[in-house]
């Protein structure tokens, strides 16, 4: 019986390293890797040896007769897969480690951050040199979007921790947390004391709306909601008020369901996970009911990937309903006869057709198939029950209150080209307690580092960072996941795109052109001065003693671990070592 690859895939195609049989695609050397969801197996090829399912750092693999429940539909979808894309790939050209000029010594890289692209950086580093690297995040605790955006309804995503963590142990990398750059130590003084820095800094802030009313208390970004309930120490713990009945969120993307499902998964799921423990209190004696997901785009434009809008179908006790509109019943009904599932029509005259075949289907419109289209009221009281409301072609405009958020104001779009919305200048008013904005991150400038405005990146070529007037690099500086690519792609893409930067990096080591740090700027001159700047320096004694708090607090609660969620309450757990 082969295997198959369910929801949780992380795109990191460790298991397509392993396969014996190249059985696993698209691998990262094959184009649809850049625009696929999840990677599947050939049934027909798999030998069952389950070396994917070991390597699997998030459990996502597993035999396609052990499949449960929603799961099972994964067994057709990675057989359908081969259907489009027959298994004909030959062998990726084999790659051998490379030997760097040892004339300076070892090489000493730094990498600011530590989420999955430092991670992955680091790791990459230590598998294929002999290099030292220094990790340093400005918080004192690592993981970045790992602990802190990863839903904590998603623990199996967050098993890849477990693989960075052998990484941050390595004997040969030293740990400074709660250490920032540009504020305690400069760029200069990080590269003077290596041969080459590597930026992982994410892309922290968000995409504005530019909208009236978007900054009236009730408003929120999806960083802040995301950091609310992950325990992000930079988000206060009563940053989210869910007294109101509905919420809307602004966008369609997987931030945005992830926000909806926690919004109104029943608390005694979310009381088994790391949740933050003031957002489960708050869950719990939250109000909501409703909430509206705003696309300004249609069902086939939507920006979720199709295993996480599964799941969000999946919710139990929660209704999901599709806005009534002609334009988007249209896109939905095409979408699904082109995934032919006509078959299987519902018997419900409310209600789309549905059929298996629309899982695999091109079009994101054929997922809706099947869902109830109910005229929607949003100026009125939400229905009874708990549900959510997909409201497409429909951009909001102004948010507004008196002190703080009351309703919302969009306009109804209608698509232009297929692709483009545009304003039909209908306006409905949405009242609304809580309005989250997850129309997406942007990046935030490094001081001492180039920035492209237009992108929210640090500007780059292929991972080396570039002057933007000369297109010159700068030399042993170079940029790595969100920071380098703009904030799309889940946690596994940053595996390949670390691997382009390290390989950017070790080309230049091998021109020799890196700097070489000067004399007294070795790695005991570069942690004399971390000291001397940031006395609140921790290391990796301290990261262990609050990872074993967090959990011991877990076990008695029987979760993974219960989340220290300020940086004070962290320093004094790593304090305790
Ligand atoms: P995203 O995927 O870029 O989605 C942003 C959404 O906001 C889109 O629907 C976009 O619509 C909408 N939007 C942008 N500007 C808007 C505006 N001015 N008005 C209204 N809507 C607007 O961003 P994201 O959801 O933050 O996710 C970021 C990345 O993290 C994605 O690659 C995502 O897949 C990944 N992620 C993955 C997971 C997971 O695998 N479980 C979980 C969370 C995040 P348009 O298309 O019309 O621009």
Known sequence: MAYAITQTCCNDASCVSVCP??????????????????????PQACIDCGACADACP??????????????TVFGDLNRDWFRDHPNDHAWG?????????????????AVVGTGPSAGYTAQELLRSTSA?????????????????????????????????????????????????????????????????VVYAVGAAADRRLGIPGEDLPGSLPATAFVGWYNADPTVPADAVELSAERVVVVGNGNVA???????????????????????????????????VLLARRGPDQAAWTRAEFLALRQLPGVDVVVEDHPEVRAAIEAAASAAGAGADADPDPGALPVAASLVGADARGALLAGLPLVPYDGSAEPAPGRRIVLRF???????????????????????VDGERAETTGQRDVLRAGLVVRSIGHRGVPVPGLPFDERAGTV?????????????????????????????????????????????????DATARA???????????????????????????????AVDRAERERGVAEGRPRVKLATVSELLAAGRRR
């Open 514 to 544: 890196l700097p070489v740090p000067g004399p007294g700027a070795g790695r005991k001159d570069f942690e004399r001065l971390v000291r001397q700047r940031r006395p609140d320096a921790v290391g990796l004694k301290e990261l262990r």
């Open 459 to 507: 500007a780059h070529r292929g991972g080396r960072v570039v002057d933007p007037a000369t297109g010159q690099p700068l030399p042993g500086t170079y940029v790595v996941g969100w920071a380098k690519r703009g904030p799309s792609g889940g946690i596994g893409a940053n595996r390949a795109c670390a691997r382009e930067t390290v390989e950017a990096l070790l080309d």
């Open 257 to 291: 369901v992830d926000i909806a499902r926690i919004l109104l998964t029943d608390p005694d799921r979310l009381a088994t996970t790391d949740i933050a423990d003031h957002a489960l209190a708050a869950l719990r004696r939250s109000r909501v009911r409703e909430v």
């Open 58 to 71: 998030v459990d996502a693999v597993f035999p396609v007769d052990r499949l449960r429940g929603p799961d």
């Open 93 to 109: 050209r084999p790659s051998f480690p490379r030997s760097l000029p040892g004339e300076h010594g070892v090489l000493r890289i």
């Open 132 to 196: 030292e690297i220094t990790m340093i995040d400005r918080l004192p605790v690592t993981g970045g979007l790992l602990r802190h955006g990863v839903a904590p309804d998603h623990q199996s995503t967050k098993r890849i921790a477990d693989s960075f963590a052998s990484v941050f142990h390595d004997p040969r990398l030293r740990m400074h947390l709660n250490v920032e750059i540009g504020t305690h130590l400069t760029h200069p003084e990080l590269a003077a004391h290596h041969h080459a």
């Open 393 to 415: 072609l429909s951009a909001p405009v102004e948010v507004s209150g008196d002190g703080r958020v009351e309703a919302v104001t969009v306009e109804r779009t209608t698509l």
């Open 21 to 42: 049989v190249n059985c696993i695609h698209p691998t990262p050397d094959e184009p649809e890797f850049g625009t696929t969801d999840m990677l599947y197996v050939d």
